[in-house]
């Protein structure tokens, strides 16, 4: 297995369009995290889900952004209308849901600049 | 007040020199976490602690739940240890979200 995989790696794109990024969890990884950060800060969550479930939704995702994962395997953060402040590094991370410490595994992220 | 404080922020060294970052929290915690990002992003996890101490290689990890600190040591510095080290707390089971530093960027000096 190759860990937590991100596409794209880095996206430029103008202040307007609408950006999709993909994430692939490792696979035997039931649960599956969207975390922002900004330069210079942690990382700040953002969603989370258990397998195709949404669990859990920060108040830092306004209605522009939508995260999904169908089958309960990849996961897809999409934002529409992006504006100057979406700038930032989109990171991913997955875990393994069978109790014990919650140890989250991390992608290369996807670095996002809206221009 | 940030829940997860790291201190420094900044920290310039010369090569083989013994370098501590610290990590202070004030949440109830199941486990810490030590991460390192290097530029370009990526994060990858060094340590995960509920107690007492870690070693791997030149990294040694350390938690005092009691005081709600956690120190992470490197020995005989190198410049590709220079990364953010980020520190994230995980609090008790009924949430699985971190609580991440804003990390302390390390910068080794041949």
């Known amino acids: 297995d190759t860990g937590v995989s991100q596409n794209p790696r880095h996206k430029i794109t103008k202040r307007g369009q609408n950006v999709t990024f993909r994430c692939d969890p490792i696979?035997?990884?039931?649960?599956l995290y969207w975390y922002r950060q900004t330069l210079g800060q942690g990382p700040e969550f953002l969603t989370y889900?258990?397998?195709?479930?949404?669990?859990?939704k920060s108040r830092l995702l306004s209605d522009r952004f939508s995260a999904e994962r169908p089958k309960g395997s990849f996961s897809t953060l999409e934002i529409q209308r992006t504006e100057q402040g979406d700038s930032a590094m989109y990171l991913c991370?997955?875990?393994?849901?069978?109790?014990?410490?919650?140890?989250?595994?991390f992608g290369a992220g996807t670095r996002l600049s809206v221009l | 007040k940030n829940e997860v404080e790291q201190s420094p922020q900044n920290l310039t060294a010369q090569e083989g020199e013994f370098i501590t970052i610290n990590c202070s929290y004030s949440?109830?915690?199941?486990?810490l976490h030590w991460l390192q990002q290097h530029p370009g992003g990526g994060i990858v996890s060094l340590f995960m602690?509920?107690?007492g101490k870690k070693k791997h290689g030149r990294l040694i990890a350390t938690i005092n739940i009691q005081e709600k600190h956690s120190s992470l040591h490197i020995t005989a510095s190198h410049p590709r240890d220079s990364a953010v080290y980020i520190c994230?707390?995980?609090?008790?089971?009924?949430?699985?979200?971190?609580?991440f530093g804003t990390g302390t960027r390390l910068k080794v000096l041949a």
């Open positions: 602690l509920s107690s």
């Open positions: 889900f258990q397998n195709e479930a949404q669990l859990e």
């Open positions: 994230a707390v995980l609090p008790p089971s009924g949430t699985y979200k971190y609580i």
């Open positions: 949440v109830g915690i199941s486990a």
């Open positions: 991370a997955s875990s393994l849901g069978a109790g014990g410490p919650n140890i989250q595994y």
């Open positions: 696979s035997e990884h039931n649960r």
